[in-house]
C-alpha cells in the first residue's frame, strides 16, 4: 500500500497562476481533508470530505477549490495564486470521521 | 468557531529532563488526538483519547484527557534525542466533521 500520496512535492508559480495539488489514497479511506502549515500557525483545515461527492469547508476555504469524485482522489485546487497561499500544503485520510489521520508528504508551494 | 490552544509554542530540555505541552479547547470535545512531526517530515498519529478523565500511556509518553474534555496534556519522561519534533494536539467537537489541530509545541533535546 502507498497510503497517501501527494504530487508534487514542490511547486513555484506566480501570482494569479491556477493549479492544482493532487491526492490519492489507496485504503478505501471514507475521510480525507487538506490542511496548510504555516510557521507558528500550526496546521489548519482548508477543505474535507467525509465521502464521495460530499465536501465543506474547514477553517481557511477562501482561494481553495476542491472536488471528491472518487473515493480515493482529493484534489486541491487553488483559483488564482497569491503570495499569502505560500506554505506547505498536507493532505490526509481516515477510514471514518473520528479516525486517527494518515498524512501525505505534503506539498512546498511557493507563489512569487 | 472551534479553536485548539497549544502551549508553549517552542521548549528546549537537556536530555533526560521531562516535558510537557498542553492543549485547550474552546468547545467540549468528542474525542482528542496526538501527533508527532519530525523536521522535515510529516504528522504522525500517535493516540487517540476518548473518554472523560482518560490516562493513556506509551513507554515513556503519557497522554491525559481532562474530565471537562476541553483539555489535553503529553507528557515525556526523560527526554531522549529521539524524542525531538513538534507535537501536535487535534480535537473535534460534538458537532461537525472538523479535526481542529492546535499550533503545536516544538521540543529540542540537547545531549
Known amino acids: 500500500n502507498a497510503g497517501v500520496t501527494q504530487t508534487p512535492k514542490f511547486q513555484v508559480l506566480k501570482t494569479g497562476q491556477s493549479m492544482t495539488l493532487q491526492c490519492a489514497q489507496d485504503m478505501n479511506h471514507e475521510y480525507m481533508s487538506w490542511y496548510r502549515q504555516d510557521p507558528g500557525m500550526g496546521l489548519r483545515l482548508i477543505h474535507y470530505?467525509?465521502?464521495?461527492?460530499?465536501?465543506d469547508q474547514g477553517e481557511v476555504p477562501n482561494g481553495y477549490n476542491v472536488s471528491r469524485s472518487t473515493t480515493e482522489d482529493f484534489p486541491l485546487r487553488l483559483l488564482s495564486a497569491a503570495p499569502s497561499q505560500t506554505s506547505v500544503y498536507f493532505c490526509?485520510?481516515?477510514?471514518?470521521?473520528?479516525?486517527?489521520?494518515?498524512f501525505g508528504n505534503g506539498t512546498r508551494l511557493t507563489v512569487t | 468557531g472551534q479553536q485548539v490552544m497549544q502551549i508553549p509554542q517552542y521548549q528546549h530540555v537537556q536530555e533526560g529532563e521531562d516535558f510537557t505541552t498542553y492543549c485547550n479547547s474552546s468547545t467540549t470535545l468528542s474525542n482528542i488526538q496526538w501527533y508527532k512531526q519530525r523536521p522535515g517530515g510529516h504528522p504522525v498519529f500517535l493516540i487517540q483519547?476518548?473518554?472523560?478523565?482518560e490516562v493513556k500511556k506509551q513507554k515513556r509518553l503519557t497522554f491525559q484527557f481532562g474530565e471537562a474534555k476541553k483539555n489535553s496534556s503529553l507528557h515525556i519522561t526523560a527526554t531522549q534525542t529521539t524524542d525531538v519534533g513538534t507535537y501536535f494536539c487535534?480535537?473535534?467537537?460534538?458537532?461537525?466533521?472538523?479535526?481542529?489541530f492546535g499550533q503545536g509545541t516544538e521540543l529540542s533535546v540537547k545531549p
Open positions: 483519547l476518548v473518554k472523560s478523565g
Open positions: 490526509a485520510s481516515g477510514s471514518r470521521r473520528n479516525s486517527p489521520l494518515h
Open positions: 470530505s467525509v465521502g464521495a461527492g460530499i465536501t
Open positions: 487535534a480535537g473535534k467537537d460534538n458537532q461537525g466533521g472538523k479535526l481542529i
